[in-house]
């Protein structure tokens, strides 16, 4: 059987290393986001200020998150209550984002795509955590 504990750390670190790729949009020059855009076929980028810190800032946050994932993953027994929390706050946070890419109108596959890739790797997140628990608790019986 997997080690639980084995493959949260693994997912945990691979989610973080994704997350740390966004430092590339964060010092990308402006005409790299604009390309990003047009690759995606969405209307064309404004290029306005508030877009551009929109665009950085939110690609920092991953970035933050990242690192934060990498944190985590080294002791996820210690870790556990901050792991829940990003889960659960993952699970809403994807409802949320939903309803945002409806309201905004951005493509159905790219709604579903968002909210179909946090979905499923939160609730893996706390079924590994479930099963992490399940198994200390073996060990200290036994």
């Known amino acids: 059987m997997i080690d639980p504990e084995r493959l949260?750390?693994?997912l945990l670190r691979?989610?973080?290393a994704f997350c740390l790729l966004a430092v590339?949009?964060?010092f990308a020059?402006?005409?790299?986001?604009v390309w990003?855009?047009?690759?995606l076929g969405l209307d064309p980028l404004p290029e306005t200020p508030v877009v551009e810190y929109l665009a950085r800032s939110v690609s920092a946050f991953y970035v933050i998150l990242g690192g934060l994932l990498l944190v985590v993953a080294r002791d996820p027994r210690r870790n556990a209550s901050v792991i829940s929390y990003l889960a659960v706050a993952g699970l809403v946070f994807s409802m949320v984002i939903l309803f945002i890419d409806m309201w905004v109108g951005l493509p159905l596959w790219w709604?579903?795509?968002?909210c179909l890739s946090?979905?499923?790797?939160?609730?893996?997140?706390?079924?590994l955590q479930a099963r992490m628990s399940a198994s200390v608790v073996k060990e200290t019986e036994g």
């Open 8 to 10: 949260l750390k693994f």
């Open 118 to 127: 946090l979905l499923p790797l939160c609730i893996i997140i706390l079924v």
């Open 29 to 33: 020059p402006t005409s790299w986001l």
């Open 111 to 114: 709604s579903v795509g968002e």
């Open 24 to 26: 590339v949009a964060v």
């Open 36 to 39: 990003c855009n047009d690759l």
């Open 14 to 16: 691979i989610v973080g």
